[in-house]
């Protein structure tokens, strides 16, 4: 090979991979990488069909095109299996959990309600939900007995708040806010939980100005995943199992969706077709301990992010 068709070659497979695989090199922890990646089952698939429309229309030596497609091949490998489900069989005591971001209380509360009537979860995470949408939500589940517990950081804005529904079939439970954030997250233990913490958690997004918080944020996740406790973890992260700060943190948990097969559904925005956008709402859990049976990606009006249902085995 000539010295110019090795550069050549190089700059064939750099580019794609620039684009396509920035986490195997750190980069997408920083602008523009930590947005782009987000999307990369999307891009992926792009960039494949850009390619081989260029190869047929311009017909270029077999090892150009063998080049640009290094890269996507590299990161289908990454993808694909999270479209490959092993979900464990239904049990007799499963846990059911709902997480949704409500788009700072814009979501529609009789939808949700109605989700939750219809699912009967044993928990379900509001994200950018106040207690008025809360209550709202609770006008729409009379004689359901669920709980509410919100909190709502350091203003009274939806934006800025969570809330844990927690079904009376869970029994008494302690509730704690916790900080350290740039949201506050909620932590649910004891009745029927047993050995489990229940999580529901906000990361900070990846927007410019934010990079920093959201990196903070995501290293919350290490403790909850080190194996030394059964946490369930739910909410928006704001981050894809694509994001190596995410990946690299999940430790001993593994990701409801990923497991049953659905792990290239997006959650988010939802004005664009779910095999399109990011998934970045989802539920952790102690793969030691649990195993997910199935999960369900769900449209609500109101909202530009997509529910997530999952029903996980129970330890024990």
């Known amino acids: 090979m000539s010295a110019r068709r090795a550069i050549v070659t190089v700059v064939l497979i750099g580019l794609p991979a620039v684009l396509l695989l920035p986490d195997l090199v750190g980069l997408d922890a920083v602008t523009p990488f930590a ?13 494949v069909v850009l390619v081989l429309l ?13 080049s640009l497609l290094v890269a996507p091949v590299v990161a289908l490998a990454l993808v694909v299996p999270r479209a490959v ?10 846990l059911v959990v709902l997480t949704l971001n409500a788009y700072d209380g814009r979501a529609d509360p009789a939808a949700v309600a109605g989700l939750v009537r219809e699912r009967r979860p044993d928990l379900v995470t509001l994200i950018e ?5 809360a209550d709202a939500v609770q006008a729409g589940l009379p004689g359901a007995g669920y709980r509410s517990f919100t909190a709502t950081g350091d203003s009274d804005q939806d934006v800025d708040a969570v809330t844990v529904l927690v079904a009376p079939g869970v029994g008494p439970v302690r509730v704690t806010e916790g900080r350290g954030t740039l949201f506050p997250y909620l932590e649910v233990t ?4 047993g050995e489990l913490r229940y999580v529901a958690y906000h990361g900070a997004a990846p927007v410019p100005a934010l990079v920093p918080a959201w990196q903070r944020d995501l290293e919350l996740v290490g403790p909850w995943c080190d ?3 059964a946490v369930v973890v739910t909410g928006d992260f704001n981050a894809t199992l694509d994001h190596s700060l995410l990946r690299g943190r999940l430790g001993s948990c593994a990701d409801a969706a990923a497991q049953t097969g659905d792990g290239l559904v997006g959650t988010w925005p939802s004005r664009i ?4 956008g990011a998934q970045i709402d989802r539920v952790l859990y102690p793969a030691d301990r649990m195993r997910a049976v199935s999960t369900d990606v769900v449209d609500l009006p109101g909202s530009d992010h997509r529910a997530v249902v999952a029903r996980l085995t129970r330890p024990g």
């Not at 004891?190 to 939980?193: A, C, K, V, W, Y």
């Open 85 to 94: 489900g092993d979900p464990a069989p239904p049990g007799d005591r499963d």
């Open 54 to 66: 260029v190869a047929v229309a311009l017909r270029p030596p077999q090892w150009v095109t063998a």
């Open 129 to 133: 939900a106040g207690t008025r949408f």
């Open 190 to 193: 004891g009745g029927e939980l």
């Open 35 to 47: 947005q782009l990646t987000a999307f990369r089952p999307a891009s992926t698939a792009g960039v």
């Open 273 to 276: 077709p779910a095999y399109l």
């Open 227 to 229: 194996g030394s406790s």
